[in-house]
């Protein structure tokens, strides 16, 4: 059984920051559950845009208010607690952020953790 709480992985190698951002890994592949979870912030008045060409990701909002933008055809959904959005084709994405808005996403295969988005807005594939 993995029994992890937010408290625990602060400021460790499971806590990340970009410049809009920050990923707390509360499950990584290491972890052997075939996906990784985070609990993930993104700060108001940022955009940030993203493309995980090499990942699946399920989102849930739990805190906050952004929109995303699907960039490859411009259709814009808001983004409010109790809402989830998953990206399920690889979707290109922007992400604009109203309110400081926490996530719980889900990514498939798993992240190592050491992942940073690249100048595509993706993750690498990673090994352990």
């Not at 845009?49 to 739990?62: F, G, P, Q, T």
């Amino acid at each position: 059984m993995i029994v992890r709480s937010l408290k625990s992985i602060a400021d460790s190698d499971r806590d990340v920051a970009g410049e809009t951002w920050r990923s707390r890994r509360l499950l990584l592949k290491k972890d052997g559950m075939g996906f990784s979870m985070h609990d993930t912030l993104l700060y108001a008045g940022t955009v940030t845009r993203m493309w995980y060409k090499n990942h699946l990701e399920a989102v849930y909002c739990i805190e906050g208010r952004a929109e995303i933008e699907e960039l490859d055809n411009g259709t814009v959904h808001q983004i409010e607690p109790g809402v989830i959005y998953a990206l399920n084709a690889h979707d290109r994405h922007e992400l604009r952020v109203f309110e400081d808005v926490r996530f719980v996403c889900v990514f498939n295969p798993p992240c190592t953790g050491r992942e940073t988005h690249d100048a595509d807005g993706a993750y690498p594939l990673l090994d352990d």
